[in-house]
């Protein structure tokens, strides 16, 4: 091919080239904060991707870190946020990549965790954040150390078959004597003790309320603090099945064992009780923030 045609090709080439990206613009960043925390250490990020597959790293003002990200604004920004919350796939990944991160660093450090997709504009919007706010965090990662969440679920009714699963996103406590996973599901076929007052029969809803009351008060008697979720219709699995129980519970960590002993012993106290565990986890049901 002539030079001069070859020449020409390569100028209408870097043309379009030049035009598609101005067309396309330069790709702008936001900022995707996945947790705060008071006590981290540099070598903790080392290695660790966030949603974007970005490099998490820390973003730090006074004592306060945000664990965060540097993400396409397209893709995780405002604008992108109905969709990115709008399909079951996306927030189940989502949600799984935002969880990883925060449990990573929860290991070893306490946690603020923030709502999935809480982005700012820049480092300096989130270090304002951090500084304006200091005293309302500073004080819940206080509250929040040597904690663990653990929730419950206690079904009364037919028994299920075969075990309930832990989640695939925490690892459970190594096997050992009053492990927590050891009642991940707990349940018992022996008969009632009519001093449980706990009803053997299928229960109406005021059966079912007291029944809670008993179980959450003896959890709420070890835990640091405690957060009940209220069904709308408390069978569950057809008529026969009632949710009795969906609560969260902040644990001091060595009372573990402790806790998972007493739903060991609730679940024992009726045939058809049983009680399903999950956690660890960080402490996503106690950390309401009130974020600009």
Not at 46 to 56: H, I, R
Not at 234 to 250: I, K, S
């Amino acid at each position: 091919m002539p030079q001069s045609v070859t020449a020409r090709n390569n100028r209408i080439r870097r043309s379009l080239g030049h035009r598609q990206a101005s067309q396309d613009g330069p790709v702008r960043h936001v900022v995707w904060v996945y947790a705060i925390t008071d006590d981290l250490k540099p070598e903790q990020l080392a290695g660790l991707t966030g949603v974007g597959g970005e490099q998490v790293r820390a973003v730090t003002e006074g004592t306060l870190t945000a664990i965060a990200g540097s993400v396409d604004a397209r893709s995780f920004g405002e604008e992108a946020r109905t969709s990115l919350l709008s399909d079951l796939a996306s927030i189940e990944r989502l949600g799984r990549a935002h969880h990883q991160v925060i449990a990573y660093v929860a290991a070893e450090s306490p946690v603020l965790p923030l709502r999935l997709a809480t982005v700012y504009p820049d480092d300096q919007t989130v270090r304002s954040l951090l500084g304006r706010s200091s005293a309302e965090f500073t004080g819940m990662l206080e509250s929040f150390r040597g904690t663990e969440e653990w929730g419950v679920k206690v079904y009364l009714g037919a028994a299920q078959d075969g075990p309930a699963a832990s989640p695939e996103d925490v690892t459970a406590p190594s096997a050992a004597a009053g492990n927590p996973a050891d009642a991940l599901t707990t349940r018992q076929d022996e008969p009632s003790r009519p001093e449980d007052g706990l009803a053997e029969t299928a229960p109406d809803r005021d059966d079912v309320e007291a029944c809670a009351e008993v179980i959450d008060r003896a959890f709420s008697g070890i835990a640091v603090a405690a957060r009940r979720q209220a069904a709308a219709d408390q069978r569950f699995d057809g008529p026969e099945r009632w949710l009795v129980l969906d609560a969260a519970y902040l644990l001091n960590r060595d009372r573990a064992g402790e806790f998972a002993a007493v739903a060991r012993a609730l679940a024992g106290s009726h045939k058809g009780l049983r009680a399903d565990l999950t956690g660890p986890w960080p402490p996503y049901s106690f950390a309401e923030l009130h974020q600009a």
